[in-house]
């Protein structure tokens, strides 16, 4: 297993374009999570899945951005009507729940620059 | 809500000299996690240390080792025998024990290691 995957590395958009980024789990990990970190900062909570079950959204996450985890496997992140304030790392972040040695295992990420 | 605070933007130390990175957290919850992720220049964030609130004693992790102060909410990193290859960005992050699963960030300490 190559640890958890995020496609694409990099994504150049004009503003109110629409964008989606995936990220790949490690195979076995019940849980992913999304983060977003802007440039110099630490990244900040987005979403997270438990399984196919989206249990926790941020109040960051607006109503322009959707995520998914159809089938518990893959997730992808949707930004709709892109905004400058949305220029970041998009960071994935998997983990197998459920027993005290639980660890995050990030993701490269996805940076995101909307002009 | 719970809070991470990093109050060292940037530090510097001597090849092979030891260095201490500062973190402190703010948290009514009396069992908890605490990790410090390292996050080479365009390379993904990956764990360094990890510790548990419930443990008195302090984690190690070969060259890696933590000062945790429960009551004064205090978690340092402290590495020993510096090395290039630890140049990078260094979060501190706080994961409540029940509940919420997301990782909560510090702004992070740059890390130079001059040779």
């Known amino acids: 297993d190559t640890g958890v995957s995020q496609d694409p590395r990099h994504k150049i958009t004009k503003r109110g374009q629409n964008v989606t980024f995936r990220c790949d789990p490690i195979s076995e990990h019940n849980r992913l999570y999304w983060y977003r970190q802007t440039l110099g900062q630490g990244p900040e909570f987005l979403t997270y899945f438990q399984n196919e079950a989206q249990l926790e959204k941020s109040r960051l996450l607006s109503n322009r951005f959707s995520a998914e985890r159809p089938k518990g496997s893959f997730s992808t992140l949707e930004i709709q009507r892109t905004e400058q304030g949305d220029s970041a790392m998009y960071l994935c972040?998997?983990?197998?729940?459920?027993?005290?040695?639980?660890?995050?295992?990030f993701g490269p990420g996805t940076r995101l620059l909307v002009l | 809500a719970q809070t991470v605070t990093q109050s060292q933007p940037e530090m510097s130390v001597q090849e092979a000299e030891t260095v201490t990175l500062s973190c402190t957290y703010d948290?009514?919850?009396?069992?908890?996690?605490l990790f410090w992720y390292k996050q080479p220049p365009s390379r993904q964030m990956i764990l360094v240390i990890r510790?548990?609130?419930?443990?008195?004693q302090n984690a190690t992790e070969n060259r890696f080792s933590v000062n945790f102060q429960k009551a004064a909410k205090s978690f340092s990193l402290k590495i020993s025998d510096s090395q290039l290859g630890d140049a990078a960005m260094y979060f501190c992050?706080?994961?409540?024990?029940?509940?919420?699963?997301?990782?909560?960030f510090g702004q992070g300490t740059r890390l130079t290691i001059n040779p």
């Open positions: 510790q548990e609130a419930y443990k008195q």
């Open positions: 948290t009514s919850e009396s069992d908890y996690y």
């Open positions: 992050a706080y994961r409540s024990y029940r509940g919420a699963q997301k990782l909560v």
């Open positions: 972040a998997s983990s197998l729940g459920g027993h005290t040695q639980e660890t995050q295992y």
